[in-house]
């Protein structure tokens, strides 16, 4: 396990702790001030709601939360103000969400124990789940616990070989930061970060905010679920329209490139005769291909044939949003034109972007780098707010049956 994880693990381990702790303490905060049964909880343990069932989603309810605000991202790198606000923003989540799904069905005399109640558990919510998270950052500097990183010192004047140490780095998973030149300072064109009284340029780093970054995957996993599940009869159908239509498997597997630069395997409905790529040799398709079966048009046009493909965004090979991940035979003809190519592997790939909507099917390797542009512009100007615009525009295209 690398020290990134374990340190992710030594504050989840550190979460739940602390909220099974202000779970407990509220509980007893309770039945002492308000019900003034300290010696009868036997009485309240057992039938009550309000012990066996949010002892296991109370702390469970605070990850999620601690998960969407993005702590859990960059657990090295956190200054002391940023640690204070999240956790102080968590803590008034969590507390507002227990107060209206819990607290607000108590019946009481004055509705000032309302207030009261809301006071304690914010407080107890933050002021325990606060010390908990500095003790684990304390301890870590204690024994020097850091970053696993790798550091590009960039070669003068040569910036193929600086995209290839790139390209070798990501594999690695590990953060890559670059020693930044005076043009990068002066520009102020990139973002510094001192780590051990050196100033470095993160090239890993992503636009978006940690928790934009956190809840955009948290929307993959959720939708792409549901999708799985309810479009169920219709991968049904369509496997049977697939394996009436021409002779050959439902569906076919290609090799990818994702995230990091790791290979990974792509799920589509085959819409191509089985001997497409006879010769081994991976071809583009174009307009009018003759490979593709009468089925196989009907798919694509209409985007169906890439379905399958969100059991790769459940999985996290890929995302709803990010660059069309590309075959490693084009990723080596395009990297001869363009050898930034290597830069898109920070981000996870995605079934629709900025590029595949502007360029749509690229079957020349023209096509290929102005998709890849758009790519690398999407990728510098990530949101929330664009990516709900390019799946917008991708809908257009697919009931207006655009695709190829």
């Not at 069905?105 to 009261?116: A, F, I």
């Not at 107890?124 to 204690?142: A, D, E, H």
């Not at 990974?264 to 490979?291: C, H, N, W």
């Not at 991940?325 to 395009?334: A, K, S, T």
Request: with cysteine; charged share 20%; hydrophobic share 45%.
């Amino acid at each position: 396990m690398s020290a990134y994880r374990r340190q992710q693990f030594r504050y989840i381990l550190a979460d739940i702790l602390s909220s099974e702790t202000v779970w407990l303490l509220f509980l007893l905060f309770r039945w002492i001030v308000y019900e003034g049964r300290l010696f009868s909880v036997e009485e309240i343990l057992i039938p009550a709601f309000n012990f066996y069932i949010p002892i296991i989603l109370y702390p469970l309810g605070c990850l999620i939360v601690y998960y969407l605000s993005g702590y859990y991202l960059h657990p090295f790198r956190r200054s002391l103000s940023k640690e204070f606000l999240t956790t102080f923003v968590s803590a008034l989540i969590i507390s507002l969400t227990a107060f209206f799904l819990i607290v607000i069905d108590d019946h009481v005399k004055d509705y000032q124990r309302y207030l009261v109640s809301l006071y304690v558990l914010f407080l107890t919510q933050f002021s325990i789940s606060y010390v908990c998270r500095l003790i684990v950052g304390w301890v870590s500097k204690l024994y020097h616990v850091r970053e696993d990183r790798i550091v590009i010192d960039p070669p003068s004047g040569n910036e193929t070989e600086l995209y290839r140490q790139i390209r070798e780095a990501y594999p690695t998973g590990k953060p890559i930061y670059i020693r930044p030149r005076v043009y990068d300072l002066l520009t102020g064109a990139a973002q510094i970060r001192t780590l051990d009284d050196e100033a470095l340029i993160c090239i890993t780093d992503l636009n978006m905010t940690d928790s934009e970054v956190c809840i955009k995957r948290a929307f993959d996993i959720v939708v792409s679920a549901v999708f799985l599940i309810l479009l169920s009869p219709l991968y049904a159908l369509l496997a049977l329209l697939v394996r009436y239509s021409s002779k050959g498997p439902v569906f076919y597997k290609q090799e990818r490139i994702g995230l990091h630069g790791k290979v990974f395997q792509i799920y589509k409905f085959r819409s191509m005769i089985v001997s497409a790529e006879e010769d081994g040799t991976p071809q583009l398709s174009k307009k009018d291909d003759s490979r593709i079966t009468k089925a196989g048009h009907w798919l694509r046009k209409y985007r169906f044939d890439e379905l399958p493909q969100l059991w790769n965004v459940l999985k996290g090979d890929m995302s709803f949003v990010g660059p069309r991940p590309e075959r490693p035979y084009f990723i080596n003809l395009i990297e001869q034109q363009a050898p930034y190519y290597c830069l898109l592997y920070k981000i996870r790939p995605g079934l629709t972007s900025w590029g595949p909507i502007r360029v749509g099917y690229t079957d020349t390797m023209e096509k290929m780098i102005r998709r890849l542009n758009y790519d690398i512009a999407y990728m510098e100007n990530m949101s929330l707010l664009l990516d709900i615009k390019i799946l917008i525009l991708t809908i257009s295209v697919i009931f207006n049956g655009k695709g190829q």
